[in-house]
């Protein structure tokens, strides 16, 4: 899916302007971080 705003660059490149081909290749070197944001907020 394409994302509604915002995007994602990686080392000067638009990761929405990759052709598939390219971004699974990527996608076999980079690996997401999930947060859970309560956790990694400050509450104070």
Request: aromatic residues 4%; hydrophobic residues 30%.
């Amino acid at each position: 899916d394409r994302p509604t705003e915002g995007n994602i660059t990686l080392t000067g490149s638009d990761m929405n302007d990759l052709i598939a081909r390219d971004r699974h290749a990527l996608s076999r070197r980079i690996q997401y971080v999930f947060q859970d944001p309560i956790s990694s907020l400050n509450p104070r």
